[in-house]
């Protein structure tokens, strides 16, 4: 999600007008059974979501194209029995998966150049499901070679994202979160993107509380059992500066040129914990 003190994109726009249209379910005030619904068929759509992106990963090859991925992505939403999330958005994103090749940071719309060996390429999925959306991301190599301080970068983004995720339990602050993640990405040398942050998600892709990977503990959000929310580090190995590509009006690239990082999973608030609804089989 892009914080509203920076300028928001295409992609942006579009999902907070579907949030104002769809039906939120606030937790505190909701029916155990509306509750238990939400669980039950986020942990189905969750499911193929995980499913799916690990498949995705044994998929890509040297050579592919953006939009070949993307061709295959789709059928697959389909064939497992959910739907393309971003064709329902109010302005039509050019795809059914994101992918950012090595500047790109996020919202890449699919292209017809081909991946070469050692590129750095993030997938960032949405999908519907029975009145219910799931959301994630990961970012890989290409091939068998690649830049070691591209898979450092990787390692120490999605070891920030496992640190946030390990903070969530009832009555943890989305600062917790944030804190943690900020902590493991600086630690790693790494520039941490703050203008595009998680989420909460259900009935629609964005929904509150925000999820910055930043922050401080204590502060923000207090989590309750039945949250579902998307943590998402973003990462960069230089500068975190980051801008709107005119051309597509929607990638999202570095400034300065720097491999840029993406990883995400949804997760559920549990009475003890956690329980991450996008894992694969």
């Known amino acids: 999600m ?8 295409t ?96 919202h890449g719309a699919p292209t017809d150049e081909p991946l070469e060996e050692g590129d750095k390429v993030s997938f960032d999925l ?9 959301d994630s991301a990961f970012t890989m ?3 068998d070679k690649g830049n070691p301080a591209v898979k450092k970068m990787i390692e120490v983004t999605e070891a920030s994202m496992w640190e946030g995720i390990a903070q969530v339990k009832p009555g943890a602050h989305i600062g917790d979160v944030g804190h943690a993640v900020e902590q493991v990405l600086r630690k790693g040398h790494l520039g941490v993107i703050e203008n595009y942050i998680g989420h909460g998600i259900g009935k629609s892709m964005h929904e509150p509380p925000e ?48 491999v840029g990082c993406h990883c995400e999973h949804t997760v559920l608030v549990t009475k003890d914990g956690y329980e991450i609804l996008t894992l694969p089989d």
């Open 141 to 143: 190599i290409v091939g």
């Open 11 to 106: 992609v942006e726009k579009s999902k907070k007008a579907m949030a104002s249209k769809q039906g939120i379910i606030n937790i505190e005030t909701a029916s155990r059974a509306e509750v238990d619904q939400k669980i039950a068929t986020m942990r189905e759509c969750g499911k193929i979501l995980g499913n799916l992106l690990r498949d995705l990963r044994d998929y890509v090859q040297p050579g592919m194209t953006g939009k070949q991925i993307d061709a295959w992505v789709r059928k697959e939403i389909v064939k497992r029995g959910a739907k393309v999330a971003y064709d329902m958005l109010d302005y039509p994103f050019p795809g059914a998966i994101c992918i950012s090749v090595n500047d790109e940071l996020v």
């Open 211 to 258: 999820v910055p990977n930043y922050g401080k503990k204590g502060h923000g959000y207090r989590l309750v059992e039945g949250d579902t929310i998307c943590i998402e580090p973003m990462s960069c190995l230089g500068k975190p500066a980051n801008y709107v590509d005119k051309d597509s009006n929607w990638t999202v690239r570095m400034k300065d040129g720097s």
């Open 2 to 9: 892009l914080l509203s003190k920076f300028r928001t994109s």
């Open 126 to 134: 949405d999908i519907y499901y029975n009145g219910y959306f799931t």
